[in-house]
Structure formats: structure tokens, C-alpha cells
Nanobody, 114 residues
Framework: QGQFVESGGGLVQPGGSLRLSCAASESMFRHYILGWYRQAPGKQRDLVATITVSKTTYYNEAMKGRFTISGDNDKNTLTLQMNDLNAEDTIVYYC????????WGQGTQVTVSS
């Protein structure tokens, strides 16, 4: 059983927005840095953004200013608000706690196309 369940992906036009969500266990939100990652087929997985337990955020420079990571400890939900999407954002997005040793989820596909 996966520890991370991503949702919210889909088809969006260039310049549009999407909001991704990730459900995880309470212990993940209470004890670990959480992050969004993305990976294209046959390529390495890239970090998009992270958020600490104290809500400090970090962004990949390529997405800074367009993406916003947030976490709701009460709902155990991690969110990625993505704005001004372009074709290069067409990729599978994953959430994960890099220090947890847990299993990766299935990810959610984002497709940016007119």
C-alpha cells in the first residue's frame, strides 16, 4: 500500500493553472520534509519544491515564481499550485518525503497542450 497518493493532474492549456494534491500519513507531515518531484520517461527525477515541518519552502529555480508548495497538517495533504504552465511542464509529478525511506506513489500526469 502506497504512502503517497497524488491527484489533480490533467490536461491544461498553455498559460493555465493546475493544483496538485498529495495525501500522506500524519507521521509524514509531522516528522519529514515533503517535496514534489517530476519525472519524464527515461529521465531522472527532478526536484520541484520542498517544504519543511516548520513550513520553510525551497523551489527549483526553473519553477520558482510559478509554482507554490503548501502543506495542511490537519488534512495531511500536500499541495502544489502551478501557474503559467507550458509544454515543458508536461510530465508526471510525484510527492515524497526524501528522508522517510517510504515508497513512491503512482504520480499524477500533467499535460500542457492547446
Amino acid at each position: 500500500q502506497g504512502q503517497f497518493v497524488e491527484s489533480g493532474g490533467g490536461l491544461v492549456q498553455p498559460g493555465g493553472s493546475l493544483r496538485l494534491s498529495c495525501a500522506a500519513s500524519e507521521s509524514m507531515f509531522r516528522h519529514y520534509i515533503l517535496g514534489w518531484y517530476r519525472q519524464a520517461p527515461g529521465k531522472q527525477r527532478d526536484l520541484v519544491a520542498t517544504i519543511t515541518v516548520s513550513k520553510t519552502t525551497y523551489y527549483n529555480e526553473a519553477m520558482k515564481g510559478r509554482f507554490t508548495i503548501s502543506g495542511d497538517n490537519d488534512k495531511n495533504t500536500l499541495t502544489l499550485q502551478m501557474n503559467d504552465l507550458n509544454a515543458e511542464d508536461t510530465i508526471v509529478y510525484y510527492c515524497y518525503a526524501p528522508d522517510s525511506g517510504g515508497s513512491w506513489g503512482q504520480g499524477t500526469q500533467v499535460t500542457v497542450s492547446s
